[in-house]
């Protein structure tokens, strides 16, 4: 992996941890966006790596917007879109991965960060973290997938009051309208992910791809063309080592040993 300066990256227990470290705020600029997109595509082809968490290396702030300073330096419309169109690239990228993307967020989630978080599998909230979706505010509206994917999250009508008045929620709040998998305690945060991740990465890997092909395809089809793709999916993995081991541990009442083959 080549050098990078606003994210950091370890692999342990085949969970690869992501810190994005870009003081101030962690702002969504080009270099970080060009960072995150060639990270999560190197680690698709990593067998270390069988689950991934984004987390900050901040205190108090995951991702508070897009980078302001780099937008009021674009003149030209079309340049300002270049952008708009790079963050949801690199967003449909986190979506699509075959891998799960656990988000760890702490601190302000505003904006950009916010829809960074929704292109994530699972996401888990510090009881400190505040969201926020408040473009309309800067006479905008979301433009990294924000408007399309808080509304299938939440459902349209709550999508709609939260984006048309940019009022900032609770994590308590984002739990009850189902924005989170989860709020702890702020010291609890990172804890919780790797539990999580490493829960996963228990399993083998074949299986967890296929799953999240089946979930992530699934969701751009009707019910009827989903189950085809379920059962092309269940298909791929007949006759693996990992399945027959798995079944061979279930009926022999032992952990299965999978070695993602």
């Not at 705020?25 to 997109?37: F, I, S, T, Y």
């Not at 419309?77 to 799960?100: H, M």
């Not at 992530?216 to 019910?223: F, M, Q, S, V």
């Amino acid at each position: 992996m080549t050098e990078l300066q606003c994210i950091g990256v370890s692999i342990e227990e085949n969970v690869a941890l992501l810190k994005i470290n870009r003081p101030p705020v962690n702002a969504l600029g080009k270099q970080l966006l060009d960072e995150l997109e060639q990270v999560i595509t190197q680690l698709q082809s990593d067998p270390k790596a069988k689950v991934i968490i984004i987390a900050s290396a901040i205190q108090n702030v995951f991702i508070a917007g897009v980078d302001l300073k780099e937008m009021a330096r674009l003149t030209e419309p079309e340049a300002v879109l270049e952008v708009l169109r790079r963050g949801q690239a690199v967003f449909d990228k986190i979506e699509r991965s075959e891998k799960p993307v656990i988000a760890a967020i702490q601190g302000a989630c505003v904006g950009g960060g916010q829809e960074l978080v929704m292109a994530c599998h699972i996401r888990i909230a510090s009881d400190r973290t505040r969201f926020a979706q408040p473009e309309i505010t800067l006479g905008i509206i979301p433009g990294f997938g924000g408007s399309q994917r808080l509304a299938r999250i939440v459902g349209a009508s709550r999508a709609s009051e939260l984006i048309l008045t940019g009022d900032v929620i609770t994590p308590q709040e984002a739990f009850r309208i189902g924005l989170v998998n989860h709020v702890v305690s702020d010291g609890a945060l990172l804890k919780t992910a790797r539990e999580i991740a490493k829960k996963i990465a228990r399993h083998g890997l074949p299986a967890i791809r296929a799953a999240m092909r089946a979930i992530g395809r699934g969701l751009d089809a009707p019910l009827t063309e989903g189950l085809k793709i379920e059962e092309a999916e269940f298909k791929s993995l007949l006759g693996t080592q990992d399945m027959r081991e798995g079944i061979q541990a279930f009926l022999e009442k032992r952990q299965p040993k999978f070695t993602d083959s």
